[in-house]
């Protein structure tokens, strides 16, 4: 028999608990989550502390315990949810349901569930966000091809009901930039900063749109600034730091680059279980593609952040990335690992795997070995479809400029153009201009070339110059 909630939350929908101090802790805790705030799991710990058959709070805690690898909690958490559900509302049921999915690995049936929920009850504002999750996550079994004007559609159609709710707007904004609404993103992003100016959601849609627009000056005193007042124990910091270091790294400043990876970054610095393989791998494997650049921290770290793809497939974003630790770290019998796996995977008749990840993740391995050729081979067919993988642009780019530098390398210079004039049309940043300049010098279009790096030498006036990319755009400038 269906009990009727006796309290709603923030957005009206029904809440099931015997507590005003449990609710109390739970619409703390849905604040902070929503806003990537630190302290949300202990808000639903305290309202499950207040009120120990408070299903929802077990739910909201299991899910966020699953987003920072507490996989045994999340999973014991969603149980609890389950057994307690018994006799909740319609929509407590549902959001527990998909919860449960969700943190057991069942990402096809999660996926089904959660956008069956939101259809009815849009307003559900933390399994907005877990949809975001699964697409960008690549999970295995589902690599969506169009997720990002999915994802899109989905917060388009919820957009009426929430209005100028500031936690609806920060996550609207990401899906806007995703599908290339850069005014549309920053002014959604700024409306919910003006709301809740420690939406740590919004302050990274800000990030996204200041990056794909190639304002770097802009978006790192931006973000510089915001992070000033955000609390260093929150596990997102990592990854708005990670924004700032690629903002450095943009304008050729590799060691504010570094500093950002030794302070906020690096596994050593942080809890193990929470630090951001994508974030560590790709930005190493940047200024190792870029300038022969790479930070003092051993390999070691990033080896052990990435042994778990070796020891089973999971997320094709994570794994990509596990691939491109493994490769940085020259760690072969790792690598070999995850390539079997995701053979396996292949041959069990995972498209994904088969046509996506399987040959990226071999792309990155040729590329790894100085066979750029055979990257290019394997990671051209793959370009169209990276959105599979998972991953915001702006992550999916470490793997269009391993494909582009595997070009250069390759002497592709031809195939570097096109997908440089592509880029280009998109936003105009010096790294790229830089790329066109060797492409057009392999062509032996000196004038060319040599225009395109006056305006590569004029970005980076205040690049560091002690640097091999800054070496190497001085030969080719000289030649």
Not at 129 to 153: E, H, K, N, S
């Amino acid at each position: 028999m269906t009990t009727e909630a006796n309290y709603t939350d923030r957005y009206g929908l029904p809440l099931t608990t015997n507590s005003q101090t449990a609710l109390a802790h739970y619409a703390e805790g849905l604040d902070l989550a929503l806003s990537q705030n630190f302290g949300a799991e202990d808000a639903f710990a305290s309202a499950i502390e207040a009120d120990e058959g408070f299903a929802l709070a077990y739910a909201g805690k299991a899910f966020l315990d699953f987003l920072r690898i507490n996989v045994p909690e999340a999973k014991a958490g969603a149980e609890t949810a389950v057994k307690l559900s018994s006799g909740l509302s319609r929509r407590e049921r549902s959001y527990i349901d998909v919860v449960s999915k969700f943190v057991n690995g069942q990402n096809h049936d999660a996926t089904a569930a959660v956008h069956e929920h939101l259809q009815e009850f849009p307003l559900d504002a933390l399994l907005m966000r877990l949809a975001q999750r699964l697409y960008t996550q690549g999970c295995v079994g589902i690599g969506a091809a169009d997720y990002p004007p999915r994802f899109y559609r989905l917060m388009s159609e919820a957009a009426p009901h929430y209005g100028e709710d500031w936690a609806f707007m920060g996550q609207y904004a990401w899906a806007n930039h995703e599908v290339g609404k850069m005014d549309e993103g920053m002014d959604l992003a700024q409306r919910s900063l003006d709301i809740n100016p420690a939406n740590g959601v919004a302050a990274h849609s800000v990030a996204h749109v200041y990056y794909e627009m190639s304002q770097d000056d802009e978006g790192g005193a931006f973000l510089s600034g915001w992070l000033e007042d955000y609390d260093r124990r929150s596990t997102y910091r990592v990854h708005l730091s990670w924004h700032q270091a690629l903002f450095e790294l943009a304008m050729g400043r590799y060691n504010q680059a570094l500093g950002w990876y030794e302070r906020d970054i690096r596994p050593s610095v942080q809890d193990l279980r929470y630090a951001a393989l994508a974030d560590s791998a790709s930005l190493v494997w940047r200024m190792k593609i870029y300038g022969d650049v790479s930070p003092q921290a051993p390999w070691e770290e990033l080896v052990q952040l990435a042994a778990p793809a070796a020891a089973r497939p999971g997320p094709s974003f994570r794994d990509a990335h596990a691939a491109l630790a493994f490769t940085a770290a020259g760690d072969d019998e790792m690598f070999g690992k995850l390539v079997d796996g995701y053979q396996a995977l292949a041959e069990a008749g995972d498209a994904t795997a088969r046509e996506a990840t399987l040959p990226l993740i071999k792309g990155i391995g040729a590329f790894g070995n100085g066979d750029y050729a055979e990257a290019v081979r394997l990671m051209e067919p793959v370009y169209p479809q990276l959105t599979r993988v998972g991953g915001s642009h702006a992550q999916r780019l470490v793997f269009e400029d391993t494909l582009l530098e595997a070009y250069l390398r390759a002497e592709e210079f031809d195939k570097a153009t096109g997908m440089l004039k592509e880029r280009l049309a998109r936003r105009e940043s010096p790294r790229e201009m830089y790329w066109l300049a060797r492409a057009q010098a392999g062509q032996g279009k000196t004038d060319d070339a040599q225009g395109s790096l006056s305006s590569v030498k004029e970005y980076w006036a205040e690049a560091d110059t002690n640097t091999p990319e800054y070496a190497r755009l001085t030969q080719l400038a000289a030649d």
